[in-house]
Each structure stands twice: as C-alpha cells, then as structure tokens.
T-cell receptor, first 112, second 113 residues
Framework: SQKIEQNSEALNIQEGKTATLTCNYTNYSPAYLQWYRQDPGRGPVFLLLIRENEKEKRKERLKVTFDTTLKQSLFHITASQPADSATYLC???????????FGTGTSLTVIP | DAGVIQSPRHEVTEMGQEVTLRCKPISGHNSLFWYRQTMMRGLELLIYFNNNVPIDDSGMPEDRFSAKMPNASFSTLKIQPSEPRDSAVYFCATQGEMNTEAFFGQGTRLTVV
C-alpha cells in the first residue's frame, strides 16, 4: 500500500533562514502533490499544488519541487518569519477521483 | 462565502452515546470529505461524497460510523455507540469541480469519556 513520510522530527530554524521540509512517498505515482499549512485548532489551508510534469513551483517566499524519480517533494520557505510557525502537510492524489492521502505533517518553529 | 462550517466545535460525550457531527459545505462545491485527525495516525479519510452520493467509504472504521449527505448544503457524520478511541478531531472538507485544492472546516474536537 502507499506510504507517505514527512520529517518525523519537529524543525526549529532561526528567523531569516530557509526552512526545507521533505515529503517522501512509496508504492504509487501521484498525478499531483499539494502542500497545506495547519495552525493549532484550525483546519489545514491549501498553499501550493505541483503536477507530476512540473519540476518546481513558486509562490512568494514558498517553493515546491517534485522529483518523481526519487518520489520526493521538497517544500522551502525562504526568509522565514515567526509567523511561518505551523504544521505543514503534504497531500498526494489517489489517482481516483478527487481524494488525497495526507502525510502526518512536520511541525516548524521559526525562532526570532 | 463563510467557508466550510462545522458544528459543534467541541463535543464531550460519554461512552455509548450517539454523536452527530455536522457540516455545511461551500456553496457550489460538489465534493465533500470527512477526515479524522489524531496524533498517531494523522489525517485519515473516512468517506468521500460526490454530488451528494457516497463514492468511497472504505475509510469508515466500523459499522458504528455512518455518514449522510441528504442535499448539497448539508452532511452529517454519526457515531453510534461512541467509544473512547473515537476521540479525535473530525474535519469536513469540500472541493469544487474545477479545483483540486480542498477547503477544510475548523473541525470538531470529539472527546469520548
């Protein structure tokens, strides 16, 4: 069955640095991959989508890469700010309909 | 649009009681999902509706769980009887026909004691 792994450890970085989060998957080939942000007590909020034929996608300080050979996506936040502190989830489509598999998330803390 | 609206935000109930969680999707969105989130298992898809029809309920853990979508503007997730291991945050999410992103509600935190 499919498996999605994100950084199991919480990530702490200094303000201004680039945060890099990892999403690895096995046993299938998604057509697209999404990244969501979740704050405590709130539902996940969509950030970016990247398709299998795209290598990289950017949105303001966010950058996502998608390597279908390595079965890996990297999510970068440049010039990180304390307000970026949250849990970040990757989600992969299930190849059937609109359903997704979600990773367990990586908790990011940006230290002022 | 106010987004996906879930109620209640918090629910505390005793083991064995029936629990009903409610969701009002974003108007015009034709896909609706119920998820459960726990620290151990993350976000798990329970059931998926498209145009009010249940498409995939393979994630529903047991017969104690049931979900309905009687119309395009309302869905319920019912647990009967509830057990302590059902304690989790339950999210409803919706998706438009042309969009691939999901819009989540604020969630219902369920505690079964």
């Amino acid at each position: 069955s499919q498996k999605i792994e994100q950084n199991s450890e919480a990530l702490n970085i200094q303000e201004g640095k680039t945060a890099t989060l990892t999403c690895n998957y096995t046993n299938y080939s998604p057509a697209y991959l999404q990244w969501y942000r979740q704050d405590p007590g709130r539902g996940p909020v969509f950030l970016l989508l990247i398709r299998e034929n795209e290598k990289e996608k950017r949105k303001e300080r966010l950058k996502v890469t998608f390597d279908t050979t390595l079965k890996q996506s990297l999510f970068h936040i440049t010039a990180s700010q304390p307000a970026d502190s949250a849990t970040y989830l990757c989600a992969l489509d299930r190849n059937t309909g609109n359903q997704f598999y979600f990773g367990t998330g990586t908790s990011l803390t940006v230290i002022p | 649009d106010a987004g996906v609206i879930q109620s209640p935000r918090h629910e505390v109930t005793e083991m064995g009681q029936e629990v009903t969680l409610r969701c009002k999707p974003i108007s015009g969105h034709n896909s609706l999902f119920w998820y459960r989130q726990t620290m151990m298992r993350g976000l798990e898809l329970l059931i998926y509706f498209n145009n009010n029809v249940p498409i995939d309920d393979s994630g529903m853990p047991e017969d104690r769980f049931s979900a309905k979508m009687p119309n395009a503007s309302f869905s319920t997730l019912k647990i009967q009887p509830s057990e302590p291991r059902d304690s989790a945050v339950y999210f409803c999410a919706t998706q438009g026909e042309m969009n691939t992103e999901a819009f989540f509600g604020q969630g219902t935190r369920l505690t079964v004691v």
